[in-house]
């Protein structure tokens, strides 16, 4: 094995494994990866909600219309589902985010792209750490939530 290569595996054996991005479709607004993912880390720990791990599904609105209908009996296009598959305190959880939805919703809010993505990654880790936005008076906590977030991320 070439020292390059051996370097290379122990260069991906330091990086977090708990929080990961997997592509079904073009993310190539997605940038920063790395600082992402540590502060999507950083979110469960201000929320005092131990992190296992989260995959981050980014795919199309078909895709997602097959799993909303599947899993949750739903017959719309939405944005973003989020599945809490944690099995005791520590938090582990699959987010699956529509890019169409993303663009569209970025069209209709008139937010750039980026901010509407992050937007939804926040919002999909929140569901995660337990929070819910079935009643306006949830909705209104993950959203103020998700603007902290937002605020804190964006700040440079």
Same mark, same amino acid.
């Given at each position: 094995?070439?020292?390059?290569?051996?370097?290379?595996?122990?260069?991906?054996?330091?990086?977090?494994?708990?929080?990961?991005?997997?592509?079904?479709?073009?993310?190539?607004?997605?940038?920063?990866?790395?600082?992402?993912?540590?502060?999507?880390?950083?979110?469960?720990?201000? =929320? $005092?909600?131990?992190?296992? !791990? +989260?995959?981050? &599904?980014?795919?199309?609105? *078909?895709?997602?219309?097959?799993?909303?209908? %599947?899993?949750?009996?739903?017959?719309?296009?939405?944005?973003?589902?989020?599945?809490?598959?944690?099995?005791?305190?520590?938090? =582990? $959880?699959?987010?699956?985010? !529509? +890019?169409?939805? &993303?663009?569209?919703?970025? *069209?209709?809010?008139?937010?750039?792209?980026? %901010?509407?993505?992050?937007?939804?990654?926040?919002?999909?880790?929140?569901?995660?750490?337990?929070?819910?936005?079935?009643?306006?008076?949830?909705?209104?906590?993950?959203?103020?939530?998700?603007?902290?977030?937002?605020?804190?991320?964006?700040?440079?």
């Amino acid at each position: 094995m070439s020292q390059e290569l051996t370097l290379r595996f122990l260069e991906m054996a330091q990086r977090s494994p708990k929080v990961q991005f997997h592509s079904l479709i073009n993310t190539s607004i997605l940038r920063n990866r790395e600082d992402l993912k540590a502060f999507i880390e950083k979110i469960f720990r201000l =929320e $005092g909600k131990p992190l296992r !791990s +989260m995959q981050f &599904i980014f795919c199309s609105d *078909s895709y997602l219309l097959k799993i909303n209908r %599947e899993f949750l009996s739903r017959d719309y296009l939405t944005d973003v589902i989020s599945f809490d598959l944690s099995s005791d305190s520590n938090a =582990e $959880g699959e987010v699956y985010i !529509s +890019m169409d939805r &993303i663009r569209a919703n970025a *069209s209709l809010f008139k937010r750039p792209i980026v %901010e509407e993505l992050h937007r939804v990654i926040f919002h999909g880790a929140l569901h995660v750490c337990g929070y819910d936005d079935s009643s306006k008076k949830q909705k209104a906590k993950m959203t103020g939530l998700e603007d902290l977030y937002l605020s804190k991320y964006f700040k440079n």
